[in-house]
């Protein structure tokens, strides 16, 4: 018998459409996260700390999404269904979720809650967790509890929700973890508890500051583009294939993040700090020059600070990024296979390539669209007094 045809409902599908649209607006994150920091490959995590990809997810991954957040509320008030369980989900010093920073505030993370009087230890502080998940991984968590014993099972169940729990124990100073985790819907609910783990917790600082700190890609996990985790990686186009990153302030060799300041970016080039929704414009910058590391095709071997570029050689090919030659948004559209002499021969430097020649003079340094200290006297009232601003690019004089 042949196969009927599928019949598809039109509404639906713009439903589906629709959540696509919305769920894929969403901004990069400004911060390294703690949710994120147990990932194994630490040049995945880089790439996402500087807004080399951007993401995107089907209706149906939004939709587990949506799942999560809303499973987590119906967890909360069930455990609040227990007499003596003590279970706040909002820091009443802040009137927002209980957070936690380091680094210059470029790593981050934000707990779900903090319970007390569960039947287990009722006397003792624990870090309260809720997942929802599938039931192959919810069977996986019974799994490693038989296996493992429960204070073992979060480790061997899931290492990057294991290093969530271990640092945000260790930020808060609780020294117990319990976590919920139940299957789509809520209709049936795993629960395991963990220890704080100091040096754990020290080490995956000390790996959140490397990934900030780097200049360029981190080591990755493996140089087979279909390795499993390198398969289904938001990074494997750029990592394995050549694809250039996207244009942005933190794709340039501009761009630092600072350790002092709430999540500070400076730029060396306008001599000043930019801002969140600066550096999201950073594809508008004329003088955006691509970090080279991030070319993967091609090796650097010269540069010019006060020109602003960069030349590359790529086998028998030169080219520059900056000067008067190749924009970065030119060299990303055209890319490894465009840039060919063929290509190349149509828009040349005004000197020769090697020939180190300035082609302009150094920008200023004296950024009078930076706020004045006085203007702001905590680090919060900077970051939005900067926000305010124009974009470096954009001043004129």
Known sequence: MAELPTVLDPTLQAVDAALEASGNAEPHRPYLGMSEIGRPCQRALWYGFRWCSVKSFDATTLKRFA??????????????????????TIDPRTGGQFGFADHGRHFRGHMDGRIKGILQAPATLHVWEHKQTDEKKLKALEKAKQEHGEKAALAQWDEVYSAQAVLYMHYSGMKRHYLTCASSG??????????????????????????????????????????????????????????????????????????????????????????????????????????PALIHFAEAVDADQAGNWVEYRAGETTFRNGGNYYTSAEIKALGRAGLVPEVLDIKKPSAAPGANQNQSQPPSTSAPWLPAESAATTEETKTAALASVPAPWAVKG
């Open 186 to 291: 809520g209709r049936k609910t795993v629960s395991v508890r963990s220890n704080a783990a100091p040096d754990k917790a020290k080490a995956l600082k000390a790996k959140a500051l490397r990934i900030i700190q780097s200049d360029v890609p981190l080591t990755r996990i493996s140089e087979k583009p279909d390795w499993y985790q390198c398969k289904w990686c938001d990074h494997q186009a750029i990592c394995h294939e050549g694809e250039l990153p996207e244009i942005n302030c933190r794709t340039c060799v501009h761009a630092t993040p600072e350790l002092d300041g709430n999540g500070r970016w400076s730029c060396a080039h306008f001599g000043c700090d930019l801002s969140t929704k600066h550096q999201r414009q950073g594809g508008e910058c004329p003088e955006h020059r691509y970090i």
């Open 67 to 88: 799942d999560g957040h809303h499973g987590e509320d119906v967890q909360a008030d069930r455990l609040r269904m227990v007499d003596g369980i003590e279970l706040l």
